[in-house]
């Protein structure tokens, strides 16, 4: 059971998109909600501009989420992202149901979420890297992802002293 990203951001702005195309990244996976924008919030300018960003790099690009249609269809026509909603993340289907939509393979996928265990568990199991977002507002979160949290705490103490470890 691995529970570690690949790598953590403080927010989806910070990733170096244009070197992982380089290096070979063809599709990228997101979550929604406090990934790229609060809980439940719309999609707004900034999110519309990153994906417009990532679309002229190349990217294909989609939204894995386990909320529901309603939430997560107007969401990717403001972006102009494939989706996947209803995902049952941790389990793999929805990674490689993204996959399957994108037409690439894991090499070839990164996925981007702010929660370890429904984003990043999931996406290990599918055998994709994963990037860790701090979540862009955690007041904003539901009471069964605030437990969840509470849960993550042992493990982003782990993955950090591990990180501080690569790099004193
Ligand atoms: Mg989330």
Known sequence: ???????????????PFQSEYESGVRGIVFDIDNTLVPHGAPADD??????GKLQDIGFRTCLISNNHEQRVRPFAERVGALFECDAGKPLKRGYLKAMELMRTSPEETLFIGDQILTDVWGANRAGIRSFLIRPVSRDTDPLQVKLKRILEIPVLFFFRRREQRKNP
């Open 46 to 51: 900034h999110a519309a501009a990153l994906f």
């Open 1 to 15: 059971m691995n529970l570690f990203p690949e790598r953590f951001f403080d927010s989806v702005d910070e990733v």
